[in-house]
């Protein structure tokens, strides 16, 4: 069964400055998905973004990017220039890329972001 | 496009209760999902249907809780008898079963007293 650790609990970070929030997962299978969920006080979960375990490039999206270190099972979430709506819990979770028993997603337990202005 | 709409939003209900949450999930999609978040527990997969049938119950805590998905366009989660124990945020969320991304629904937020 794959598992998904985010092992720090919380992190702060100065407005504008950046920050990266980890996460490592164990997996047998070569081909995958990767998200970070955002959730903020609503509670809605929002995607961030996305990476594919075929691909080699790192995905980014604005002022989001990953850095998916496949042989080490790693991937880290990067926030650049933080803002204070940046504030909220961020799940890392990992997906099959088989259909069928293993399709669903399976999160790590978050990690609670605060900005400070 | 409308996103995946859960309902209701808030529930308080008392203990013994028969509880319903409701998912219509968005057009097209063919996997829905139901997951329940916790502070003790965090986010765990109650259960998963592919093109309407079950595939993964695993998750449901027991006999008190059911879900169908009677139609491609509506899922029931039912709670019956509620526990005070069963107070969470649920949360449904669909996705094609090849797509890649899993689309949540705001969740439902039920307190039993």
């Not at chain 1, 998916?68 to 803002?83: E, N, P, Y």
């Not at chain 2, 209760?17 to 999930?25: F, G, H, I, N």
Request: proline content about 5%; charged content about 20%.
């Amino acid at each position: 069964a794959q598992t998904v650790t985010q092992s720090q609990p919380e992190m702060s970070v100065q407005e504008a400055e950046t920050v990266t929030l980890s996460c490592t997962y164990d997996t047998s299978e070569s081909d995958y998905y990767l998200f970070w969920y955002k959730q903020p006080p609503s509670r809605q979960m929002i995607l961030v973004i996305r990476q594919e375990a075929y691909k080699q490039q790192n995905a980014t999206e604005n002022r989001f990017s990953v850095n998916f270190q496949k042989a080490a099972k790693s991937f880290s979430l990067k926030i650049s220039d933080s803002q204070l709506g940046d504030a909220a819990m961020y799940f890392c979770a990992y997906r099959s890329l088989h259909t069928g028993a293993n399709s669903k997603l399976t999160f790590g337990k978050g990690i609670t972001l605060s900005v400070r202005p | 496009d409308a996103g995946v709409i859960q309902s209701p939003r808030h529930e308080v209900t008392e203990m013994g209760q028969e509880v319903t949450l409701r998912c219509k999930p968005i057009s097209g999609h063919n996997s829905l999902f139901w997951y329940r978040q916790t502070m003790m527990r965090g986010l765990e997969l109650l259960i998963y249907f592919n093109n309407n049938v079950p595939i993964d119950d695993s998750g449901m805590p027991e006999d008190r809780f059911s879900a169908k998905m009677p139609n491609a366009s509506f899922s029931t989660l039912k709670i019956q008898p509620s526990e005070p124990r069963d107070s969470a945020v649920y949360f449904c969320a669909s996705s094609l079963i090849s797509g890649n991304t899993i689309y949540f629904g705001e969740g439902s937020w039920l307190t039993v007293v």
